[in-house]
T-cell receptor, first 117, second 109 residues
Framework: GAVVSQHPSRVICKSGTSVKIECRSL??????MFWYRQFPKQSLMLMAT?????????EQGVEKDKFLINHASLTLSTLTVTSAHPEDSSFYIC?????????????FGSGTRLTVV | DAKTTQPPSMDCAEGRAANLPCNHS???????VYWYRQIHSQGPQYIIH???NNETNEMASLIITEDRKSSTLILPHATLRDTAVYYC??????????FGAGTTVTVRA
């Protein structure tokens, strides 16, 4: 149980275009989801926290207008990279807090490899 | 959240136990110790967590020292598929997981 599906697994886009990444909780309701970014040979860096029905909370240094997060339902959060540039190329990973367990459990999507050309 | 210190890398032989250390000397009384691992180009995978007592599940064992300032993750019989980056994370029962550099574990045949 507690599976998070992330789509697409990899995407190549042209510079200046926007890309949407979806993160779905398949068998539970996720009131809180998280978005991470990971550059090659580096650790995961938390970008933002999204709560269903409210605005996302962004970590310091993350541009909210560039990385649009929408968490409109209890099973879906989306990250849109707007006007993507080559420096946005990275591995993006979503995570969801699993309800009903103490302490909180977290499950992760399989990641999206974004390449901006 | 308390900061953790892990060795950057370690090798272990297939079939042998792998002992991964983690220092968290500034841990507070109600912070949990979590271990996750990340196989190349995949999302992190939960391994185990603990508060004070040692814990064991089908994947690993977690040994926490009595003063809680350090812990060790034990993979009892390492296989080639255990090659991954292992992250030790200390946090409150809050809502954010912050990842450090982790330990790159390479299991060799």
């Amino acid at each position: 149980g507690a599976v998070v599906s992330q789509h697409p697994s990899r995407v190549i886009c042209k510079s200046g275009t926007s890309v949407k990444i979806e993160c779905r909780s398949l068998d539970f309701q996720a009131t809180t989801m998280f978005w991470y970014r990971q550059f090659p040979k580096q650790s995961l860096m938390l970008m933002a926290t999204s709560n269903e029905g409210s605005k996302a909370t962004y970590e310091q240094g993350v541009e909210k207008d560039k990385f649009l997060i929408n968490h409109a339902s209890l099973t879906l959060s989306t990250l849109t990279v707007t006007s993507a540039h080559p420096e946005d190329s990275s591995f993006y990973i979503c995570s969801a807090r699993v309800p009903g367990v103490t302490p909180y459990g977290y499950t992760f999507g399989s990641g999206t490899r974004l390449t901006v050309v | 959240d308390a900061k953790t210190t892990q060795p950057p890398s370690m090798d272990c032989a297939e079939g042998r136990a792998a002992n991964l250390p983690c220092n968290h000397s500034t841990i507070s009384g109600n912070e949990y110790v979590y271990w996750y691992r990340q196989i190349h180009s995949q999302g992190p995978q939960y391994i185990i967590h603990g508060l004070k007592n040692n814990e064991t599940n089908e994947m690993a064992s977690l040994i926490i020292t009595e003063d809680r300032k350090s812990s060790t993750l034990i993979l009892p019989h390492a296989t080639l598929r255990d090659t991954a980056v292992y992250y030790c994370i200390v946090r409150f029962n809050d809502y954010k997981l912050s990842f450090g550099a982790g330990t790159t574990v390479t299991v060799r045949a």
